[in-house]
């Protein structure tokens, strides 16, 4: 255990087990209404009449292909779908027991299964072609989701990140950081306890910030960061001079839309010549048992009119290289922790604005 463990976190000794078991567990209680969903739309009756492509399947269910898409690869998680070369097709377990036609249905014993409120009790209406849903970004804007983000992140992602950040050869000499999206500051007070020199700068909605100077005034590094009310979608942008520059699962839609490179442009103007730009994001699916969690996670995602939760590497390091940036250094996700992201850092070569 060490310094960090145990100033950060009193209950340190608690964190041996891996939090994505748990995660997992939790997780598998959404499966029954994500099935029933399945069943409701027709999505069993209707390859049970034939193999089929996405696109065909979400026009003969009158389906939204995005949310569709992510729906097909949970089911395929859990072997209630199969795919090959992009052709879905019924597995012998859904063939027999969830097509309605089948003299052994078992539709009734699944409808008693109908799963607690939560994230999927909307689903089958957010798989409806016409349904448009906004997505809200102020689902983290309360004190309640905050503290969430904030417990979440101490079950091993917060240390994975602090011992990441100081391999970096700059940390222990950068005196400015910038926080982007940093919701109440976890990470950067994570950060501040690893160099007495560093000042923190956490940028996020106004309302966020407020929450974070109430909830966080009594943490012990408080008076190092300073939170600054921003909104990314106005026309204002962060200081500049940072040493460091850091962002935690918010680049995801930047990725999808293909504003990654003009985002990127943007931080590199902000970074000191040589300064490091670092990103912790969900970068692809994993195999085993957080497959399925990640799978959910993304139906989750899509079917909040979110486009999605994942930014592959690729994407990021080639609008990287667009914005300036090199000398890439990646920690692949450690598959024991919840939601675990890969974590990059990128030094700033060149100015691009
Ligand atoms: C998924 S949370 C990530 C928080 C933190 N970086 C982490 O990794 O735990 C996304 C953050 O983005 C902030 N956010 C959402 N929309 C924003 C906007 N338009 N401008 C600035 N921040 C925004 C939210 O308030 C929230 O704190």
């Known amino acids: 255990m060490d310094a960090f463990m ?3 976190c009193p209950t340190a000794p608690q964190v041996r087990a891996p939090y994505s078991q748990l995660n997992n567990l939790l997780y598998k209680s959404y499966l029954p209404l994500i099935i029933n969903s399945a069943a409701e739309m027709g999505l069993f009756d209707v390859l049970s009449a034939g193999d089929s492509f996405l696109e065909k399947l979400a026009e003969e269910l009158n389906a939204n292909v995005h949310v569709l898409d992510a729906l097909l690869d949970v089911l395929e998680a859990v072997g209630l779908v199969a ?3 992009g052709c879905y097709t019924l597995t012998s377990m859904s063939g027999t027991y969830l097509v309605s036609s089948s003299k052994v249905n078992q539709l009734r014993a699944l409808r008693g299964f ?11 209406e957010a798989l409806r072609h016409d349904h448009v849903k906004t997505f809200n970004n102020r689902i983290w804007a309360s004190e309640e989701a905050a503290l969430s983000m904030e417990q979440v992140s101490k079950a091993g992602m917060i240390q994975e990140v602090v011992s990441f950040m100081k391999s970096i050869p700059g940390f222990s000499g950068a005196r400015r950081m910038c926080d982007i999206a940093g919701s109440i500051g976890y990470y950067s ?6 160099n007495d020199g560093l000042q923190a700068h956490v940028y996020d909605l106004p309302e966020v910030c407020a929450i974070a100077r109430k909830v966080k ?3 012990e590094h408080f008076e190092r960061v300073t939170f600054h009310d921003f909104d990314i979608t106005g026309s204002s ?20 839309k293909g504003t990654l490179v003009d985002f990127l442009k943007k931080v590199n103007a902000s970074l ?3 300064g490091y730009f670092v990103s912790s994001h969900i970068s692809s699916y994993t195999t085993g048992e957080n497959r399925l969690t990640f799978a959910m996670v993304e139906l989750m995602t899509r079917a909040m009119g979110y486009p999605t939760h994942s930014l592959p590497e690729e994407t990021l390091k080639e609008a990287l290289g667009k914005a300036g940036f090199g000398d890439f250094t990646i920690q692949e996700p450690n598959e024991d922790l919840a939601f ?5 850092s990128a030094r700033k070569l060149q100015e691009t604005l």
Request: hydrophobic share 45%; charged share 25%.
């Open 6 to 8: 145990d100033a950060f």
């Open 83 to 85: 795919v090959q070369d």
């Open 114 to 124: 109908s799963g607690s409120r939560g994230p999927f009790d909307n689903l089958v």
């Open 189 to 194: 007070l994570a950060m501040l306890r690893e």
């Open 217 to 219: 005034r009594d943490d």
């Open 237 to 256: 942008w962060v200081d500049d001079g940072f040493d460091l520059f850091f962002c935690s699962h918010f680049l995801y839609e930047f990725g999808a």
């Open 272 to 274: 000191k010549p040589g």
């Open 340 to 344: 675990a992201t890969m974590l990059l």
